[in-house]
């Protein structure tokens, strides 16, 4: 079966986003930027398929801009087979991408579309069941295992207080978790594959999607800040400031 | 117009959390609770009772899947301005679902209700705040629990009735599930939580957190990097991609700091950091710091709260 990732181009993980003084949002001139970590996680698995002979081709799809076919680039030196990108600059929200890998799916006709859960920059956690809803499949969201069973796909899920197996019948969607798998890094010699693979570039307007965000942000602030308090020096003396000082014990 | 909140309930009870989605929706509407699955007429009177809710309906009691439940949210969706739930693991899972079958683009995890139209949610892991307003007609809303006092529990009086009910498209099916059974509080509800990390080094060494919490009644997470390490389940992960709580006392033992782990923990009211790493960036938002080492001052902490 066809297995669809898309991957979005975020912030990387380890930078401390700066908000810009005029309030229009966050820094991300000179930034550096990297694929989604639970994107990582969605590409990784889908390799894990064809390695173990459920998975055919690995389609990846990025929605943004041009610079975006790095983290394309990034997917199909860890296996993925081609890529996608839809390039648009300006802002994008979830029912945007919904509605631009519905299409995608349209054309390409996987059986199953592995996301990440959410994105870190705009923590949305939206996308995958968006398109879930869109394309009238099932969803088997936060997975930490997925498993083909015949015409089906067996997905444990990470909920409040355990987790939770469902059936999903394919085509289905599936969103990852953080223990679904650890993904590899790209070796050398794949990297330099990757470079040979190919990725064909859309616009939205060739998809037939209007992309116009339905959220205007009117401003950006930071949040209030914590000071540091103090240090104590024993755990007597911590014991002492909660009941006495704190009054939260 | 009338606003719907999706319930999350347990043993008879709503969470807290959900009480604090009803805190959130008071400001916009007449709220009405519509609480699913096997219990739900169970928790009815409790869900009845919480001041400010008008009207409880109660859907069918069978495992919640996304697919039905949307279905019969898209349903009811004609009576309400805007639909809520908590940003819960079942909230999550539904609400963008709902909010496509409706063409609206979902407001995730809000923490703030500036109008009707007008929201503030964290971006980039809580290290900014975005006030953003909605050009969609519907609302379709996850709300972050942890920044809304919840409602009282008693005080309303609401009436009671049967949900509509909606075809189930058939897409998915409940194979089971399992929950694991605690006598502790739940991490986004309880008023103490005491978290480990990395530097636990083993998930049997979460044993020594956990005496610590049956004395102070506490619930007790774990930092990204001791999910990563397998040392505990993902369910008790605090941070950007897992809970976010908001305690009155929180207790970080042997947990670096990590931006993503202090997105979910740093709206606490009092927070403790044990770290035997004077540098680490737990300190810079701790309001009391211990520099020792875990495996000697947790159970020094046990017998001093012991006393």
């Given at each position: 079966?066809?297995?669809l990732?898309p991957?979005?181009?975020?912030?990387?993980?380890?930078?401390?986003?700066?908000v810009?003084a005029?309030g229009?949002?966050?820094?991300?001139?000179?930034?550096k930027m990297?694929?989604?970590p639970?994107?990582?996680?969605?590409?990784?698995?889908?390799?894990?398929?064809?390695?173990?002979?459920?998975?055919?081709e690995?389609?990846?799809?990025?929605?943004?801009?041009?610079?975006?076919?790095e983290?394309l680039r990034?997917a199909?030196?860890?296996?993925?087979?081609?890529?996608?990108?839809?390039?648009?600059?300006?802002?994008?929200?979830?029912?945007?991408?919904?509605?631009?890998?519905?299409t995608?799916?349209?054309k390409?006709?996987?059986?199953?579309?592995?996301?990440?859960k959410?994105?870190i920059?705009?923590?949305?956690?939206a996308?995958?069941?968006m398109?879930?809803?869109l394309?009238g499949?099932?969803?088997g969201?936060?997975?930490s295992?997925?498993?083909?069973?015949?015409?089906?796909?067996?997905?444990?899920r990470?909920?409040?207080?355990?987790?939770?197996?469902?059936?999903?019948?394919?085509?289905?969607?599936?969103?990852?978790?953080?223990?679904?798998n650890?993904?590899?890094?790209?070796?050398?010699?794949?990297?330099?594959?990757?470079?040979?693979?190919?990725?064909?570039?859309?616009?939205?307007?060739?998809?037939?999607?209007?992309?116009?965000?339905?959220l205007?942000?009117l401003?950006?602030?930071?949040?209030?800040?914590?000071?540091?308090?103090k240090?104590v020096?024993s755990?007597?003396?911590?014991?002492?400031?909660?009941r006495?000082?704190?009054?939260?014990? | 117009?009338?606003?719907?909140?999706l319930?999350?309930?347990?043993?008879g009870?709503i969470t807290?959390?959900t009480?604090?989605?009803?805190?959130?929706?008071?400001?916009?509407?007449?709220?009405?609770?519509?609480?699913v699955?096997?219990?739900?007429a169970a928790?009815a009177?409790?869900?009845?009772?919480?001041?400010?809710?008008?009207?409880?309906l109660?859907?069918a009691?069978?495992p919640?899947?996304?697919?039905?439940?949307a279905?019969l949210?898209?349903?009811m969706?004609?009576?309400y301005?805007?639909?809520?739930?908590?940003?819960?693991?079942?909230?999550?899972?539904?609400?963008?679902?709902v909010?496509a079958l409706?063409?609206?683009?979902?407001?995730?995890?809000?923490?703030g209700v500036v109008?009707?139209?007008?929201?503030?949610?964290?971006?980039?892991?809580?290290?900014?705040?975005?006030?953003?307003?909605?050009?969609d007609?519907?609302?379709?809303i996850?709300?972050?629990?942890?920044?809304?006092d919840?409602?009282?529990?008693e005080?309303?009086?609401?009436?009671?009735?049967?949900?509509?009910?909606?075809?189930?498209?058939?897409l998915?099916?409940?194979?089971?599930a399992?929950?694991?059974?605690?006598?502790?509080?739940?991490l986004?509800?309880?008023?103490?939580?005491?978290?480990g990390?990395?530097a636990?080094a083993?998930?049997?060494?979460?044993?020594?957190?956990?005496?610590?919490?049956?004395?102070l009644?506490?619930?007790?997470?774990?930092?990204?990097?001791?999910?990563?390490?397998g040392?505990?389940?993902?369910?008790m992960?605090?941070?950007?991609?897992?809970?976010i709580v908001?305690?009155?006392?929180?207790?970080?033992?042997?947990?670096?700091?990590?931006?993503?782990?202090?997105?979910g923990m740093?709206d606490?009211?009092?927070?403790?950091?044990?770290?035997?790493?004077?540098?680490?960036?737990?300190f810079?938002?701790?309001?009391?710091?211990?520099?020792?080492?875990l495996f000697?001052?947790?159970?020094?902490?046990?017998?001093?709260?012991?006393?």
């Amino acid at each position: 079966m066809k297995v669809l990732v898309p991957v979005k181009r975020v912030v990387d993980y380890n930078v401390k986003v700066r908000v810009k003084a005029d309030g229009s949002g966050v820094e991300t001139a000179n930034v550096k930027m990297s694929m989604n970590p639970f994107d990582e996680i969605a590409v990784e698995e889908a390799v894990r398929l064809r390695e173990k002979g459920v998975a055919g081709e690995i389609v990846a799809v990025s929605c943004g801009p041009n610079a975006a076919q790095e983290q394309l680039r990034t997917a199909l030196a860890m296996g993925a087979d081609r890529g996608i990108l839809v390039e648009h600059d300006g802002v994008l929200e979830p029912l945007a991408v919904a509605k631009l890998l519905k299409t995608i799916v349209a054309k390409e006709g996987p059986a199953l579309v592995i996301l990440g859960k959410q994105a870190i920059d705009d923590d949305m956690s939206a996308t995958g069941q968006m398109l879930a809803a869109l394309l009238g499949w099932g969803q088997g969201t936060f997975a930490s295992k997925i498993e083909k069973e015949g015409e089906s796909l067996r997905v444990t899920r990470e909920v409040d207080g355990g987790l939770e197996t469902v059936s999903l019948k394919l085509p289905a969607i599936v969103t990852t978790d953080l223990r679904l798998n650890e993904p590899r890094y790209a070796s050398l010699p794949n990297i330099m594959k990757a470079r040979k693979k190919p990725i064909e570039t859309l616009k939205p307007a060739d998809l037939g999607v209007d992309p116009t965000p339905r959220l205007s942000v009117l401003k950006v602030e930071e949040p209030a800040k914590r000071q540091a308090g103090k240090k104590v020096g024993s755990v007597q003396e911590l014991v002492e400031k909660l009941r006495n000082e704190a009054k939260v014990i | 117009m009338a606003v719907l909140v999706l319930a999350d309930h347990k043993d008879g009870g709503i969470t807290q959390p959900t009480r604090s989605t009803v805190a959130a929706a008071a400001a916009l509407g007449d709220v009405h609770v519509l609480l699913v699955g096997e219990g739900a007429a169970a928790a009815a009177p409790a869900a009845a009772r919480i001041a400010g809710v008008a009207k409880v309906l109660t859907g069918a009691e069978a495992p919640v899947l996304a697919e039905p439940l949307a279905a019969l949210l898209v349903s009811m969706a004609p009576g309400y301005s805007h639909l809520l739930a908590p940003a819960s693991a079942s909230g999550k899972n539904v609400m963008p679902r709902v909010a496509a079958l409706l063409d609206v683009q979902i407001l995730s995890d809000i923490s703030g209700v500036v109008d009707a139209d007008t929201f503030i949610r964290p971006i980039y892991a809580g290290n900014a705040m975005a006030t953003v307003k909605s050009s969609d007609a519907k609302k379709v809303i996850t709300v972050r629990a942890a920044s809304f006092d919840p409602a009282p529990a008693e005080g309303g009086s609401a009436s009671v009735e049967a949900a509509p009910t909606a075809a189930d498209p058939g897409l998915s099916t409940f194979l089971g599930a399992e929950i694991v059974k605690s006598e502790r509080p739940e991490l986004t509800a309880a008023r103490i939580v005491i978290s480990g990390g990395r530097a636990m080094a083993s998930s049997e060494n979460f044993a020594i957190i956990e005496k610590v919490a049956d004395i102070l009644g506490a619930a007790v997470g774990a930092s990204r990097a001791a999910v990563d390490a397998g040392y505990a389940p993902n369910d008790m992960q605090v941070g950007q991609t897992g809970k976010i709580v908001a305690p009155e006392l929180y207790i970080a033992v042997g947990i670096s700091g990590a931006i993503q782990h202090l997105a979910g923990m740093k709206d606490s009211k009092v927070i403790v950091a044990i770290n035997k790493d004077e540098e680490a960036p737990i300190f810079q938002v701790a309001d009391y710091g211990l520099v020792a080492d875990l495996f000697k001052a947790v159970p020094e902490l046990e017998a001093e709260l012991a006393k």
